[in-house]
């Protein structure tokens, strides 16, 4: 084209935009121009938009996207993925749906009418399943049990009748565990679109669940303190939460629903992390070892705790493996590009189990969480029901004393708050409430009161035995348990004891 017809063709392009737009500034330079003329071609597409012509309408707002700033594109990107619905180009309009969103996530877009034409096909419904608030009964049972188990954690802290570490470490176990369940419920429900700082926001403690659960056993076993060498445990959970600082966590809302986003456009579940199959390989690791480490505590210290406590730690321990052996079946599905249905949901349900059952534990029998065992209820007024009169419970309390200092019933290593009621003719529930309110202890410190209070009277009178033949003399199974309980009365080992008879 020679120079002449440039110079028609511009002129009556000027002519044009001065009839649009009124009447034309003095100087209009090459760039307003071009803007102006631009500026047309969006309102030009929107002319065919208008009157159905989408065929037309599609190239003028596909070129619009090369030079437009941010709210101008947001408009061109929204009418394309309605005229490429219109045009039964799911594929197409889903595509431009994920670009429209990764700049201004607004899902309500999705119920559009004009969406109708491509509701039903799969690029579609994964789309609006994925990212539309939904509830479902799955859902609503997880964040129950979440609540639940968050309620259960600050009853346990508060209680002051359990160990100090062991009531922390407990709690921290059920913490997590309701932290996690949130967490699904959240993804399953799609809010973590609605709330983007939900993203993997438990992801973080994924490697926790092992270590809180063996340094508990330990605690409660062997009475353990926890020692600076014991860190190392929780090394892979630093490096983590570093991890996830940097690549996730310090990331703004909008960044991390791009993040989602582009999982979901891949075919992945936008909830789960971008390192999926590592994390679920490591966990399961991790959970397979410290499972194994937890059952030596309770093969070597089965016999040091009261029968009840043993049931309700076995029981706890089985709800543990039942969780790894399905998470390990669940972490191979993942390998295997599967991550729905009843692989899903069963590890979940394990969790949810282990969460109630210790709120269970922590309402009807708090004790067994020192390793002790006494039929309380914490959760409601304590012994409403009682029909133990002031009358009865004096007889009971000399009885006691009876079967106590005559009898040496602590001496039977099998001791337990059900032998004890037996013995007195009672409710298990009655013995609990006659030794509460008597002697302001638990079962376990009563006997463990006698016991002690029997060695020493032994170790003064019989200094040259063993002081394991008096540990098994007076109802210990093993020296360790013991060692502990005559440590707590007395601040010395029976050793030290000893000692400081022999230099009387």
């Not at 199959?277 to 991790?286: D, E």
């Not at 040091?304 to 972490?331: C, D, E, F, P």
């Not at 899903?344 to 969480?369: D, E, K, R, W």
């Not at 009563?446 to 170790?459: G, T």
Request: net charge neutral.
């Amino acid at each position: 084209m020679g120079q002449f017809s440039k110079n028609i063709v511009f002129t009556l392009l000027l002519c044009y935009v001065v009839c649009l737009h009124g009447n034309a500034p003095n100087a209009i330079n090459g760039k307003e121009f071009y803007n102006l003329t631009f500026q047309d071609s969006i309102e030009w597409a929107d002319y065919y938009y208008n009157i159905h012509r989408y065929e037309k309408a599609i190239p003028l707002y596909e070129k619009s996207l090369e030079e437009l700033d941010t709210p101008e594109k947001v408009h061109s990107l929204k009418k394309l993925a309605l005229s490429e619905a219109a045009l039964h180009q799911s594929k197409e309009s889903v595509s431009h749906i994920y670009d429209y969103f990764k700049i201004d996530f607004q899902p309500n877009f999705l119920q559009h009418e004009d969406f109708d034409e491509i509701r039903e096909t799969e690029e579609f419904k994964k789309l609006s399943g994925s990212v539309l608030p939904k509830i479902s009964a799955w859902s609503i049972l997880y964040f129950f049990v979440s609540i639940i188990g968050f309620y259960v954690m600050f009853v346990l802290l508060l209680n002051k009748n359990i160990d100090l570490q062991a009531r922390i470490l407990i709690s921290l176990f059920v913490f997590i565990h309701s932290l996690f369940i949130l967490n699904i419920c959240v993804n399953n429900t799609n809010y973590v679109f609605e709330f983007p700082h939900t993203y993997l926001m438990s992801t973080w403690s994924s490697f926790l669940y092992g270590p809180l659960l063996f340094f508990y056993f330990r605690r409660v076993a062997k009475s353990s303190e926890f020692k600076w060498t014991d860190i190392w445990h929780f090394l892979p959970t630093v490096g983590l939460l570093i991890y996830m600082i940097f690549f996730v966590y310090a990331f703004s809302g909008p960044e991390k629903i791009d993040q989602m986003l582009t999982r979901l456009q891949q075919g992945l579940n936008p909830g789960d992390s971008t390192k999926l199959t590592l994390m679920v390989i490591i966990k399961a690791i991790s959970l397979a070892i410290y499972a194994y480490f937890v059952h030596l505590i309770i093969v070597r210290n089965k016999n040091g705790l009261a029968k009840k406590t043993r049931i309700w730690q076995k029981n706890m321990y089985g709800i543990h493996v039942s969780y790894v052996v399905i998470y390990l079946v669940y972490g191979l599905s993942i390998m295997a590009g599967k991550n729905s249905g009843f692989l899903f949901h069963a590890p979940i349900v394990l969790m949810s189990t282990m969460v109630l059952y210790i709120g269970y534990a922590a309402n009807v029998q708090p004790n067994v969480f020192s390793g002790q065992y006494d039929y309380t209820n914490i959760l409601f007024p304590k012994y409403v029901k009682s029909g133990l009169t002031e009358s009865l419970s004096q007889e009971l309390k000399e009885n006691l004393h009876s079967i106590f200092h005559h009898e040496k019933l602590y001496r039977r290593n099998d001791i337990s708050l059900d032998l004890v009621a037996e013995k007195l003719g009672t409710t298990r529930h009655n013995a609990s409430q006659l030794i509460n309110e008597h002697f302001n202890m638990s079962f376990h410190e009563f006997v463990n009161s006698h016991r002690i209070n029997d060695a020493k009277e032994l170790l003064e009178n019989e200094n040259e035995r063993n002081i394991i033949d008096i540990a098994y003399e007076v109802g210990y199974n093993n020296k360790v348990s013991f060692n502990k309980a005559f440590k707590k009365d007395t601040n010395l080992t029976p050793s030290q004891y000893l000692g400081t008879i022999k230099t009387r």
